[in-house]
Nanobody, 121 residues
Framework: VQLQASGGGLVQPGGSLRLSCAAPGITMKNYGFGWFRQAPGKAREGVSCIDTNGDSTYYKDSVKGRFTISRDNAKNTVYLQMNSLQPEDTAVYYC???????????????WGQGTQVTVSS
């Protein structure tokens, strides 16, 4: 099973993007989901995670107030709305299934292929 991440691109500082993660082939409501990112030369890190029904979310400190994670189980899709993007948000963004209550890359299962987000003027 491979998740399908999309929505990345090039955006100016202060701009917005919405990432989507489709999860064909799995019963989405059974899984927590997370968005992770990896910048060149850096370790992959958890950005935001959401539990099975959306009641509980986690955000990395640096994205709080700017990013919003959500899910639509009926559409088998998880979203990451990213506002007020900054150059330091530049990375490849991945979606993954994650153990409920965790946003650690070591607690993940299925992964998507990644989508590039570049924030530059």
């Amino acid at each position: 099973v491979q998740l399908q991440a999309s929505g990345g691109g090039l955006v100016q500082p202060g701009g917005s993007l919405r990432l989507s993660c489709a999860a064909p082939g799995i019963t989405m409501k059974n899984y927590g989901f997370g968005w992770f990112r990896q910048a060149p030369g850096k370790a992959r890190e958890g950005v935001s995670c959401i539990d099975t029904n959306g009641d509980s979310t986690y955000y990395k400190d640096s994205v709080k107030g700017r990013f919003t994670i959500s899910r639509d189980n009926a559409k088998n899709t998880v979203y990451l709305q990213m506002n007020s993007l900054q150059p330091e948000d530049t990375a490849v963004y991945y979606c993954a299934t994650v153990s409920v209550g965790s946003c650690n890359r070591h607690d993940t299962g299925y992964w998507g292929q990644g989508t590039q987000v570049t924030v530059s003027s």
